[in-house]
């Protein structure tokens, strides 16, 4: 790519960015009521990621469940199949997701600091210790034998850090391990970062957005696709009896 062509990008980027920002701030300064204000930048992250991630990719708030009854906390952002899963007991904007679904959760906060980054943790390792199940698939060419889930990709988004250096030294030393691991976010102001194979790279906030955007493609791109559930195992979980079978 030449260097006006290069340059158009990225001012075009750094041009939505600047966009979501303004309603991020503008949500924050107008809004009194905190789940409200919570709710509308919630949506505001939700509009960025539907508009740029592919339809096989369906982006809600939701509730994440599995077939032994477990139940995660309620997910402000959550990256999920909609093509061979279906969500359930819909109602309005609230909806449980099967765990076999999900390719990724995000908690959506005003800003990033200490206790939002063990919050968002949390709030992931709530999903992350949910039973997955997996069937083989059956398809023209044959069955393919199942596939062992995922792991659950988890993150933070928000307008900026807290901290002076952004998201430097101390952003490093208090963000979560183990079942609530942060893999990626987006610190508007600052930048954002990605975690893979232990490693954490950080960078800066001119066309962030997009670079956030780009790199959560990647690691979509390479995730393929999500585990064939097993509907009998959720079947079996309703405990309803089975009345008579034909002989």
Request: glycine share 10%; aromatic share 8%.
């Amino acid at each position: 790519m030449n260097g006006a062509a290069d340059a158009w990008m990225r001012t075009a980027f750094i041009d939505v960015q600047a966009e979501l920002a303004l309603k991020l701030r503008r949500a924050t300064g107008s809004i009194n009521h905190p789940g409200v204000k919570g709710a509308v930048n919630e949506e505001h992250w939700i509009d960025i990621l539907r508009a740029y991630l592919p339809n096989r990719y369906q982006v809600d708030t939701a509730i994440i469940i599995d077939h032994l009854g477990g139940r995660s906390d309620q997910m402000d952002v959550v990256v999920y199949d909609r093509q061979y899963t279906p969500t359930l007991l819909d109602q309005k904007s609230h909806r449980y997701v099967p765990a076999e679904a999900v390719y990724a959760v995000f908690e959506c906060k005003p800003h990033i600091d200490k206790a939002y980054l063990t919050y968002a943790g949390e709030k992931a390792a709530s999903v992350r210790r949910l039973a997955r199940t997996a069937v083989p698939i059956v398809h023209a060419g044959g069955v393919t034998p199942p596939r062992p889930p995922f792991p659950i990709m988890a993150g933070l988004l928000a307008a900026k850090a807290e901290w002076s250096d952004g998201l430097g030294q101390a952003f490093r030393s208090h963000l979560p391990t183990g079942d609530g691991q942060l893999d990626c976010g987006c610190a508007l102001d600052h930048g954002g970062f990605d975690t893979h194979d232990g490693t954490l790279l950080v960078f800066g906030p001119e066309a962030g957005l997009i670079r956030f955007l780009f790199r959560l493609l990647g690691r979509l791109q390479s995730l393929g696709t999500v585990s064939a559930i097993d509907w009998n195992a959720y079947a079996a979980s309703l405990d309803v009896p089975v009345i008579g079978a034909a002989s």
